[in-house]
Nanobody, 123 residues
Framework: QVQLVESGGGLVQAGDSLRLSCAAS????????MGWFRQAPGKEREFVAA????????YYAESVKGRFTISRDKAKNTVWLQMNSLKPEDTAVYYC????????????????WGQGTQVTVSS
């Protein structure tokens, strides 16, 4: 069965950088999209970034464009989210997700989810 495990969260100050990792297992992901979502207290889970496993095309939420970078290593079955110039508004639990559909920015299309990793940015 598909399993996704996030790691790399922590407490940082505004302006700092952090890199999250997602270890994927259970199958080959040819034709899949891998995504990162986040959820702050009292808010809905929102799209952050996604990448096509096969071709590497990338998608970003406007709020993180230019600051965050998503990448993957197919041989290692790993997805990363490099987060630079972090802001207090980035504070949330970050989730890794996977889908075999063709809507990389749509939360409801993702079938598999990790358990999340906490990112806290202080001012």
């Amino acid at each position: 069965q598909v399993q996704l495990v996030e790691s790399g969260g922590g407490l940082v100050q505004a302006g700092d950088s952090l890199r999250l990792s997602c270890a994927a297992s259970g199958r080959t992901f040819t034709g899949w999209y891998m995504g990162w979502f986040r959820q702050a207290p009292g808010k809905e889970r929102e799209f952050v970034a996604a990448i096509n496993w096969s071709g590497g095309s990338m998608y970003y939420a406007e709020s993180v464009k230019g600051r965050f970078t998503i990448s993957r290593d197919k041989a290692k079955n790993t997805v990363w989210l490099q987060m630079n110039s972090l802001k207090p508004e980035d504070t949330a639990v970050y989730y890794c997700a996977a889908q075999y559909s063709d809507s990389p920015t749509t939360k409801s299309k993702y079938d598999y989810w990790g358990q999340g990793t906490q990112v806290t940015v202080s001012s």
